[in-house]
């Protein structure tokens, strides 16, 4: 099959692009608002893009009615955020942060999470998750109707239990998730993992 982009409907193809980059980690990011509301979403159209000094990329869309995402309010706004990272052990949590709520509701409450203050930045960092990198807002641009925003780690937190004093992570520790397409997530551990 062959699909020619401009005769080939949104959601064909954005159905096709899930399904087939993957698989997509995913970029739990807690920001905080002007206001004090802290806030909790995650993003698998996230990457790394460069090492060091280390800077990631989040690509969030609008919502259905043309509003900002709270997230994309608040790093606009604050100019800060945190990228936590995703284990199995805490991944129903991060289901549940996907959910819209207002904005004066926060998910850490919603999804029984627990803040943790950050070291140089106002958003506060997931405790549950076992690596959280502080960003502070490097650029942002939009790409059609994305909002990519790219954040420059100024502060790693990680679990001790998972890297080693050379930064090797252990993977059956982190026991990392990735998003395929839909309602599927792969775990990138065990006997996923292949050592060549
Ligand atoms: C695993 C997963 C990955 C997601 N990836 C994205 C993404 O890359 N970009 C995006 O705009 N929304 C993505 N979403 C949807 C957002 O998480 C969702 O719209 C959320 O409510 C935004 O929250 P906020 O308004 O608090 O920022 C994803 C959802 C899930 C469950």
């Known amino acids: 099959m062959e699909f020619l982009v401009k005769e080939t409907d949104e959601d064909t193809f954005f159905r096709l ?30 990457n790394a893009v460069n090492d060091y000094p280390p800077v990631f990329m989040v690509s969030i869309g609008d919502r259905d009615d043309g509003s900002f995402k709270d997230t994309v309010k608040n790093v606009l706004d604050t100019g800060e955020f945190v990228i ?56 942002h641009m939009k790409v059609y109707d994305m909002h990519v925003i790219f954040g420059e780690a100024l502060l790693l937190r990680v679990d001790d239990r ?21 309602k599927f997530y792969v775990k990138a551990f065990g006997d996923g993992v292949i050592e060549v």
């Open 162 to 182: 998972i890297v080693d004093e050379k930064g090797r992570v252990d993977f059956n520790l982190y026991k990392p998730m990735g998003r395929l397409g839909g």
């Open 84 to 139: 936590n990272l995703v284990s199995q052990e805490n991944f129903r949590e991060m289901l549940k942060t996907a959910e819209e709520l207002p904005p004066h509701v926060s998910e850490f409450e919603v999804a029984g999470l627990s803040e943790e203050k950050s070291k140089l930045v106002k958003a506060p960092r997931i405790k549950e998750s076992k690596a959280s990198f502080e960003c502070k807002l490097y650029k």
């Open 17 to 46: 692009v899930l399904g087939l980059v993957v698989p997509r980690p995913i970029g739990w990011v807690s920001s905080v608002s002007k206001e004090g509301i802290t806030n909790v979403a995650p993003f698998s159209f996230f």
